[in-house]
């Protein structure tokens, strides 16, 4: 069983918020830690936004942030911390 399969309910320790909120008009983001870790809280308005999550599992970190956890409103996904790095250095492999 992979990460991305535990439901929210079974998480054993509760992501704790790691910064401000982030509102778009399709959903809310949260910058959390989740054992220390970062990770981002999405929950998302609408419907196209939710089925988005099933392919971002799917896709299993494969050109998009990896799903640590889902429901049906909800996506708890990894979270890049690149303080001196490039987004782009790292997408074409120049870490």
Do not use: C, N, Y
């Amino acid at each position: 069983m992979r990460s991305s399969d535990v439901q929210f309910a079974s998480l054993k320790m509760a992501p704790r918020p790691d910064g401000e909120p982030i509102v778009t008009r399709a959903a809310r983001l949260l910058p959390v830690l989740l054992h220390g870790k970062p990770a981002m809280l999405k929950l998302s308005f609408e419907e196209d936004e939710r089925l988005g999550g099933a392919v971002m599992k799917r896709w299993d970190g494969d050109g998009a942030a990896r799903v640590l956890a889902r429901d049906e409103h909800a996506l708890l996904l990894e979270r890049t911390t690149m303080l001196d790095r490039s987004v782009r250095g790292v997408v074409l492999g120049r870490r």
